[in-house]
């Protein structure tokens, strides 16, 4: 497994060995020893997610205020550019984005700590996105800051309006959320 560093500290970027041949491919997508010899990181997942969405929906940006999730998120068939916020406000990059295309075809998978909002916008005909998160959804917890907040300044490659949802239709700014120490 290679490891790509982010120009957001903690965010990290994942390529998995790939093995193919004329029949196809094998990719390992998860060892835990190999997770944390690469990173140094001692994650146990909890859940595994599957959404499959359109061309043009955006989902996000979401996290947990407490039960703060992290997530290693890969894409399965279609692709999508997935987006990262830093909302721990001690760190040196809080507010700012880092944003990467996820396809079938790059195989590549983003590692989003803890603190951290998250979102992506499906770039083909339809998309499925696996990630695993390393505490249980809890609703009662989970906040949504505006897609398109002007603080942030997330450049979606949209071509016309995403398709959202009604809560993500209601995100609040940055400035009025709930965010980490």
């Given at each position: 497994?290679?490891?790509?560093?982010?120009?957001i500290?903690?965010?990290?970027?994942?390529?998995?060995?790939?093995?193919?041949?004329?029949?196809?491919?094998?990719?390992?997508?998860?060892?835990?020893?190999?997770?944390?010899?690469?990173?140094?990181?001692?994650?146990?997942?909890?859940?595994?997610?599957?959404?499959?969405?359109?061309?043009?929906?955006?989902?996000?940006?979401?996290?947990?205020?407490?039960?703060?999730?992290?997530?290693?998120?890969?894409?399965?068939r279609?692709?999508?550019?997935?987006v990262?916020?830093?909302?721990?406000?001690?760190?040196?990059?809080?507010?700012?984005?880092?944003?990467?295309?996820?396809?079938?075809?790059?195989?590549?998978?983003?590692?989003?700590?803890?603190?951290?909002?998250?979102?992506?916008?499906?770039?083909t005909?339809?998309?499925?996105?696996?990630?695993?998160?390393?505490?249980?959804?809890?609703?009662?917890?989970?906040?949504?800051?505006?897609?398109?907040?002007?603080?942030?300044?997330?450049?979606w490659?949209?071509?016309?309006?995403p398709?959202?949802?009604?809560?993500?239709?209601?995100?609040?700014p940055?400035?009025?959320?709930?965010?980490?120490?």
């Open positions: 497994m290679k490891i790509i560093p982010t120009a500290p903690d965010l990290l970027i994942l390529e998995p060995k790939l093995f193919g041949d004329s029949r196809g491919f094998f990719l390992e997508s998860f060892n835990a020893s190999s997770f944390r010899q690469a990173t140094g990181l001692d994650v146990t997942f909890v859940q595994d997610n599957h959404s499959r969405s359109q061309k043009g929906v955006l989902r996000g940006l979401h996290y947990q205020i407490r039960q703060s999730q992290g997530k290693l998120v890969r894409v399965v279609g692709a999508v550019f997935d990262a916020v830093d909302i721990r406000q001690s760190s040196p990059a809080f507010g700012q984005w880092f944003g990467i295309e996820l396809t079938e075809d790059n195989h590549r998978q983003f590692w989003i700590p803890p603190g951290f909002a998250h979102g992506f916008v499906v770039l005909d339809s998309a499925d996105v696996l990630y695993k998160t390393s505490v249980y959804y809890a609703p009662e917890y989970e906040r949504c800051i505006l897609w398109n907040d002007p603080a942030i300044g997330i450049q490659p949209l071509a016309g309006e398709i959202l949802s009604e809560k993500d239709k209601r995100g609040l940055l400035h009025q959320t709930e965010v980490f120490a």
